[in-house]
């Protein structure tokens, strides 16, 4: 999913701000349509945690072990893998396969942004 919204991303600035395709777009709406793959993915990090974290506990709970310290660790270690790779692939892409690092600062902001604004 990811990668759709990174080629999304790339799709949506050549086709209306490099080609210009629309002139009579107005700039506002261009900025804009700057930030949508950005939120889109930022989004889908926090609803994507959401899933991962519920199919971990069902798994660690189909897993029935005998002491809650063993299944508090291997529950740790389900969330903790799911959340590493749900938050920090897309970045990990864009930073060494994609080399923009003017992309990765947007990435950053805004899921910092994002973030923020779901923990309050």
Do not use: C
């Not at 700039?27 to 199919?55: C, G, H, M, Q, R």
Request: charged share 20%.
């Amino acid at each position: 999913t990811t990668y759709n919204l990174l080629r999304l991303d790339y799709a949506a600035k050549e086709i209306l701000i490099t080609n210009n395709e629309y002139p009579n777009l107005p700039n506002f709406i261009k900025k804009l349509l700057n930030y949508v793959p950005e939120v889109l993915l930022a989004l889908s990090i926090v609803v994507f945690d959401k899933i991962y974290t519920s199919i971990a506990e069902r798994l660690t709970d189909w897993e029935n072990y005998k002491f809650m310290n063993s299944h508090g660790n291997a529950l740790m270690a389900k969330l903790i893998t799911f959340r590493v790779f749900n938050s920090y692939h897309a970045l990990f892409y864009i930073a060494f396969v994609l080399r923009d690092l003017e992309l990765l600062e947007v990435r950053l902001m805004n899921l910092m942004i994002v973030q923020q604004i779901k923990s309050n």
